[in-house]
């Protein structure tokens, strides 16, 4: 049995849209190796710009395409024998051959690039996305200043991060705010969690309010509504690599605000409370079992509710684990 099994009693895997590399970090030209889901793709941007992820074993004699490969015109040149492949997966070019073997063919994926992030549908099958990308509400890039990217391997399940944000007594103990006031509203598939606490810092009291928006498993964003002066944004991926540990990509964004420095003291502020927070959490999350039946009290919030939406997302295709959705304690 596997270490990720032994901790988790869920499939490691799920279906959905999920965030592979930030857009500065893929050139026009560029071939790159993604490793999530157990597995490897070969990420690359064509010469019209457009980004294609496709498996990364070539079906002829199984080299890996980002071993070596590169881009040619907007397909992959395998490294061995220089068979290329296009965004769709389909042998495109053999240059030494007349036909091109019907089977000459990998899997293809959707992808969105969005928000300066490169998105690709995931789902066992290989299938199309069942949901179009979700927009980001409120958010338009051009009022906010250039962004600070952050990215984290953590040995835990995505499950366990997204149910952070609905884990309301874990802000008072671990992270030593007030205890949240919380809403919590299922909307089209999504999930809207506002929470309104207060933190003791620089001898003062700084009173805040927290609205996440869990869009798909993969993917939730933060908004910080009642800065003063501004408002900042925080987009947060989440994207198994293997059984074991989840890649957490973060992306803050703040308004541009027409004191000039202001944005600056807020973002750097904001940044050393949000990294202060993840170090808080990290050490409990890295280390933490997980129970599929906790033993809940009346004000542990949404726990259970979160874990049902999350199993909404499930693909059976996953394999058997799947018979094991979490299920409701009474409480939550
Ligand atoms: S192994 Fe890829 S072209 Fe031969
Ligand atoms: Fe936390």
Same mark, same amino acid.
């Given at each position: 049995?596997?270490?990720?099994?032994?901790?988790?009693?869920?499939?490691?895997?799920?279906?959905?849209?999920?965030?592979?590399?930030?857009?500065?970090?893929?050139?026009?030209?560029?071939?790159?190796?993604?490793?999530?889901?157990?597995?490897?793709?070969?990420?690359?941007?064509?010469?019209?710009?457009?980004?294609?992820?496709?498996?990364?074993?070539?079906?002829?004699?199984?080299?890996?395409?980002?071993?070596?490969?590169?881009?040619?015109?907007?397909?992959?040149?395998?490294?061995?024998?220089?068979?290329?492949?296009?965004?769709?997966?389909?042998?495109?070019?053999?240059?030494?051959?007349? !036909?091109?073997?019907?089977?000459? !063919?990998?899997?293809?994926?959707?992808?969105?690039?969005?928000?300066?992030?490169?998105?690709?549908?995931?789902?066992?099958?290989?299938?199309?996305?069942?949901?179009?990308?979700?927009?980001?509400?409120?958010?338009?890039?051009?009022?906010?200043? $250039?962004?600070?990217?952050?990215? =984290?391997?953590?040995?835990?399940?995505?499950?366990?991060?997204?149910?952070?944000?609905?884990?309301?007594?874990?802000?008072?103990?671990?992270?030593?705010?007030?205890?949240?006031?919380?809403?919590?509203?299922?909307?089209?598939?999504?999930?809207?969690?506002?929470?309104?606490?207060?933190?003791?810092?620089?001898?003062?009291?700084?009173?805040?309010?927290?609205?996440?928006?869990?869009?798909?498993?993969?993917?939730?964003?933060?908004?910080?509504?009642?800065?003063?002066?501004?408002?900042?944004?925080?987009?947060?991926?989440?994207?198994?690599?293997?059984? $074991?540990?989840?890649?957490?990509?973060?992306? =803050?964004?703040?308004?541009?605000?027409?004191?000039?420095?202001?944005?600056?003291?807020?973002?750097?502020?904001?940044?050393?409370?949000?990294?202060?927070?993840?170090? $808080?959490?990290?050490?409990?999350?890295?280390? !933490? $079992?997980?129970?599929?039946?906790?033993?809940?009290?009346?004000?542990?919030?949404?726990?259970?509710?979160?874990?049902?939406?999350?199993?909404?997302?499930?693909?059976?295709?996953?394999?058997?684990?799947?018979?094991?959705?979490?299920?409701?304690?009474?409480?939550?």
């Amino acid at each position: 049995m596997d270490a990720q099994a032994r901790r988790y009693d869920i499939s490691p895997y799920y279906e959905g849209w999920f965030q592979l590399a930030w857009s500065r970090d893929l050139k026009r030209g560029q071939l790159k190796k993604v490793r999530q889901f157990g597995t490897t793709f070969a990420m690359f941007r064509g010469d019209d710009g457009k980004v294609g992820v496709i498996d990364d074993i070539c079906p002829h004699l199984g080299a890996h395409f980002s071993e070596g490969g590169c881009v040619r015109g907007n397909a992959v040149r395998c490294p061995y024998h220089h068979w290329s492949f296009g965004r769709d997966g389909q042998c495109v070019d053999i240059p030494y051959s007349k !036909k091109i073997p019907v089977k000459a !063919k990998v899997g293809g994926y959707a992808v969105e690039e969005r928000y300066g992030m490169i998105f690709m549908y995931r789902s066992a099958s290989g299938g199309p996305p069942k949901r179009p990308l979700p927009v980001i509400e409120n958010f338009d890039p051009a009022q906010y200043c $250039e962004p600070e990217h952050f990215d =984290f391997s953590i040995r835990i399940h995505g499950q366990d991060i997204m149910e952070n944000s609905v884990d309301g007594p874990h802000f008072w103990a671990v992270h030593g705010h007030s205890m949240p006031r919380f809403e919590f509203t299922e909307d089209a598939g999504s999930l809207r969690v506002n929470q309104q606490m207060s933190v003791d810092r620089f001898g003062t009291t700084i009173d805040f309010r927290l609205e996440f928006h869990l869009v798909e498993p993969g993917f939730h964003y933060v908004h910080f509504p009642k800065i003063p002066g501004t408002t900042a944004m925080v987009f947060s991926s989440i994207v198994p690599i293997d059984e $074991e540990y989840t890649s957490h990509r973060m992306t =803050f964004c703040i308004k541009k605000t027409p004191v000039p420095g202001w944005s600056n003291v807020v973002r750097r502020f904001l940044i050393w409370q949000m990294m202060k927070t993840y170090r $808080e959490d990290m050490r409990i999350w890295e280390n !933490k $079992e997980y129970h599929a039946h906790p033993v809940l009290c009346d004000g542990d919030g949404s726990i259970m509710k979160l874990r049902r939406w999350f199993a909404g997302f499930l693909d059976p295709a996953d394999g058997p684990k799947l018979a094991r959705l979490p299920i409701s304690s009474g409480l939550g």
